[in-house]
């Protein structure tokens, strides 16, 4: 690429000229001369008409490209460079495991194989890539469609995550996983540890709506801190990879409704920590598990609350808990509503 050769004092103002007569490529950098050290080596484009740029020495050196910063930078290279233009690409994607999953409006839809494989590409590690069509179903799992994915490698939805240095099985498109929750499993695994040097003895804990196992995987790994174990969830493709990821000798895991589980005795009055993570009926079906948990036990939940809607959902809180509770906003859900945290103590 040709440079010109300028004075280090210049380069500012030259700069400056290059960019006012569209001179100046795009990412320009500028270099040390390797012949003179007192100059400053700037690239440009197409032919100067300024008489001011016109006195400088032109040299022609070698720079290699710059790597792409990202999938857009591929884009060129698989669509003509009119509809690259015109198309504003999307800025956000999610990585689950060795997938990619992208969220496209009906524009960008049209270069959806084109989008896959620049975004394989640009990630090495990606293996297949999925246009994220939103939840459906009572079990709120993603609706994908392949998008492209890598030469000889098996297009299915199922992967591996891996999260605090824990592997777990997971299938978007049957199950329902979220990695934002992350840090609320921190708070769980700091919450029952308090739990357990209160008691002075292993917990027994249930998690009903346990999807993959994210919250529980964490939990079982400290040592002495589990005791008895249920998990569960109603979608049977939640329990069957539940089967692979817990592995924990004194774990019951069952495809059940929770709501169920107050009818059979020896669920009842039985868990020192109970959690309740449907944040859309959280507290709906708060009171049909409150009757597992032991006096003084804890239940940790997550509710999706309308603004208008907090003053009723802390008064619902007040009912179960006897004013034993704290509620936290943790982040926004919509313009409308924020997900939040409630913890509460069973007072018999
Ligand atoms: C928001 S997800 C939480 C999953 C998991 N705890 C996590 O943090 O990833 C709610 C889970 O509840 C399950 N579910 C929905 N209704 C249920 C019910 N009545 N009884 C048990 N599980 C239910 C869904 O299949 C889903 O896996």
């Known amino acids: 690429m040709l440079h010109l050769s300028v004075p280090s004092q210049d380069t500012q103002r030259i700069l400056s000229l290059l960019k006012a007569e ?22 440009f484009i197409g032919p100067i008409s300024n008489q001011d740029l016109a006195q400088f020495a032109v040299i022609d050196v070698e720079t290699k490209p710059s790597p792409a910063r990202t999938y857009r930078d591929h884009l060129p290279s698989l669509l003509d460079s009119q509809i690259v233009e015109s198309i504003e690409w999307p800025t956000r994607h999610e990585f689950v495991g060795d997938l990619i999953l992208i969220k496209l409006d009906e524009n960008q839809r049209k270069y959806g194989p084109e989008i896959g494989v620049a975004l394989l590409t640009q990630h090495a590690r990606t293996r297949a890539v999925f246009e994220d069509r939103g939840v459906k179903g009572t079990f709120r799992v993603r609706d994908l469609k392949l998008l492209a994915v890598k030469e000889g490698e098996d297009p299915t939805t199922r992967t591996t995550i891996i999260e605090g ?27 029952a540890t308090k739990l357990r040097e209160s008691r ?71 868990f020192d920590l109970l959690l309740v993570n449907i944040p859309h009926d959280s ?6 598990l409150t009757p597992l948990v032991k006096e003084h036990g804890i239940v940790r939940g997550w509710a999706v609350i309308e603004d208008d809607d907090f003053e009723n959902a802390k ?26 945290r409630f913890e509460g103590q069973i007072t018999l």
């Open 200 to 270: 002075g003895r292993p917990l027994a804990i249930c998690d009903p709506y346990a999807g993959v196992g994210p919250s529980i995987l964490p939990l079982i790994t400290v040592p002495g801190l589990v005791g008895e174990l249920f998990v569960g969830d109603l979608n049977p493709s939640a329990v069957d990879l539940l089967r692979d990821n817990i592995d924990y000798p004194s774990a019951t895991i069952e495809c059940v409704d929770a709501r169920e589980l107050k009818t059979r005795p020896e669920m009842c009055n039985k």
């Open 283 to 288: 507290l709906e079906h708060l009171s049909s």
């Open 22 to 43: 569209k001179a100046l490529p795009e990412g320009a950098r500028v270099q040390l001369d390797p012949t003179d050290e007192t100059r400053r080596l700037i690239p």
């Open 315 to 340: 008064n619902h809180l007040k009912e179960i808990f006897d004013n034993t509770y704290t509620i936290e906003i943790r982040r926004s859900y919509s313009a409308t509503a924020n997900l939040c």
């Open 165 to 191: 240095g824990h592997r777990l099985e997971t299938d978007p498109s049957k199950v329902y996983f979220s990695t934002r929750l992350s840090h609320e499993r921190e708070g769980t695994i700091e919450c």
